[in-house]
C-alpha cells in the first residue's frame, strides 16, 4: 500500500499553507483518497504535481545581434 499523507502534511511538503492543497483537491487537479471523511494524499501524486510543474531551464546563446536556442 501507498503511503497517504495529510493535507496539512501535503502543504508542508509543498512548501505551502494548507489552503493550496485543498484548493488542488477541490479543482481535481491532484489524485487524493477520502477514507470515510478524511482526505488523504498518495506521495506519488505530490512527486508527479511537482514534475508536471517543473521547467527545465533552456540554454541560449547571442549569434549576430539574435538569440539561437
Known amino acids: 500500500m501507498e503511503r497517504l499523507v495529510s493535507v496539512a502534511d501535503a502543504a508542508t511538503m509543498l512548501g505551502t499553507t494548507t489552503r493550496f492543497p485543498r484548493r488542488l483537491i477541490?479543482?481535481?487537479?491532484?489524485?487524493?483518497?477520502?477514507v470515510g471523511r478524511h482526505v488523504r494524499i498518495p506521495v506519488s501524486?505530490?512527486?508527479e504535481f511537482v514534475a508536471d510543474g517543473t521547467v527545465e531551464p533552456i540554454s541560449i546563446r547571442?549569434?549576430?545581434g539574435k538569440v539561437v536556442t
Open 45 to 47: 501524486a505530490l512527486e
Open 26 to 34: 477541490s479543482e481535481r487537479r491532484i489524485r487524493f483518497v477520502r
Open 62 to 64: 547571442w549569434e549576430g
